[in-house]
């Protein structure tokens, strides 16, 4: 069964701190994303990579960056947490295309 | 611009209720991807569509991919407790960028 898997469901930091957020997919998929989700927005994507130290900048990148240095691993990295950064991040992977596949989502909370 | 308007924003229905949420847009779309959110996990899809004109079903869940390729629809019939939950639609639009609507929350009530 297709498996994404987010290191932290709940996390509270306080502003300034660095934030990693972790994702690992077991299903060999060539395409990872991270979206942020806000009630009234909808889901907006920050980056993608459609391979291994590849990233593609989303809809909304600034103050987010990532890496990928595993097929299998996405790490999003706040640099400097602020409140506005306060949300639901949700990881995905897709195969080809973009039927994706989620994990169940960090919620961030920046004090 | 690329923007998806989901309606209803939220249904209070009774079980067995039939169910129609749709997304439109004023562009132009290649994909129409229908996804389910349950409370506090990620969304899962549902059923994605690839052709205009196309009617495809999952179980209790049918869509369709609009005529026009600029709207598409979801129909949940005999609603059972375990639909409830956020539905999002998602479009790829020509740019290659992939576009969600905000969600209609459905609410089934025994």
């Known amino acids: 069964d297709v498996k994404v898997t987010q290191s932290s469901r709940y996390l509270v930091k306080r502003t300034g701190e660095k934030v990693f957020l972790e994702c690992v997919q077991d299903m060999d998929h060539e395409n990872m994303f991270w979206y942020r989700q806000d009630p009234g927005l909808g889901l907006r994507l920050i980056y993608f990579s459609y391979d291994v130290k590849m990233k593609e900048k989303g809809d909304i990148p600034e103050g987010y960056s990532v890496s990928r240095e595993k097929k299998e691993r996405f790490s999003l990295i706040l640099e400097s947490a602020s409140t506005n950064q306060t949300s639901m991040y949700l990881c995905?992977?897709?195969?080809?295309?973009?039927?994706?596949?989620f994990g169940e989502g960090s919620r961030l909370t920046v004090l | 611009g690329q923007q998806l308007n989901q309606s209803p924003q939220s249904m209070f229905i009774q079980e067995g209720e039939d169910v129609s949420m749709n997304c439109t847009s004023s562009s132009i779309f290649n994909t129409w991807l229908w996804y389910k959110q349950d409370p506090g996990e990620g969304p899962v899809l549902l059923i994605a569509l690839y052709k205009a004109g196309e009617l495809t079903s999952n179980g209790r869940l049918t869509a369709q991919f609009g005529i026009t390729r600029k709207d598409s629809f979801l129909n949940i019939s005999a609603s059972i407790p375990s639909d409830v939950g956020i539905y999002f639609c998602a479009g790829l639009h020509s740019t290659d960028k992939l576009i969600f609507g905000t969600g209609t929350r459905l609410q089934v009530f025994p």
């Open positions: 995905a992977s897709s195969l080809v295309g973009w039927e994706l596949f």
